[in-house]
């Protein structure tokens, strides 16, 4: 059995921008580093948002504490829908394999972000991605998004 998550935001720039912010790399190097993240964490992507191309990232404090993602493209539809499987890993070796799919809406002049993140081995590490690694994400886009928009 495996576990499923459903997260929510709504993020204040239209569906374009957002969608935008999840797949460029020059504004995804700027989001994963976090604003309180020191100047030399390490921060590594590339992004190929084609079916069948790659999302990789890589990200940490040291050389010794770097997470690592690589994630390919099963949907891309601009600026509405991505779809991706996703393998991920931790500096102390755990490794997760997930399928990912995030959909933006209009809503208003905001947009709607819904992710559903399926293949959780335990309540654990869904719950953990709930209340943790996505909520960390959307407030590092939402940040960066508050920068582009002014």
Request: charged share 25%; aromatic share 12%.
């Amino acid at each position: 059995m495996t576990y499923e998550l459903t997260v929510h935001r709504v993020l204040d720039a239209p569906p374009a921008a957002v969608f935008e912010a999840f797949t460029d790399e020059a504004a995804m190097r700027e989001w994963y580093r976090g604003p309180d993240d020191p100047p030399d964490a390490i921060v590594e992507v590339t992004c190929d948002p084609r079916v069948g191309g790659r999302w990789v990232a890589a990200w940490g404090d040291s050389p010794e504490a770097v997470f690592r993602e690589t994630n390919v493209f099963t949907v891309v539809e601009p600026p509405h829908r991505l779809a991706m499987t996703s393998s991920a890993s931790t500096p102390d070796g755990q490794t997760l394999d997930t399928e990912v799919e995030i959909t933006f809406e209009e809503y208003g002049d905001r947009t709607r972000v819904t992710i559903v993140q399926r293949g959780f081995p335990d309540e654990g590490v869904r719950d953990y991605f709930a209340t943790h690694a996505w909520v960390g994400a959307f407030d590092r886009i939402a940040h960066y998004l508050e920068k582009e928009m002014s």
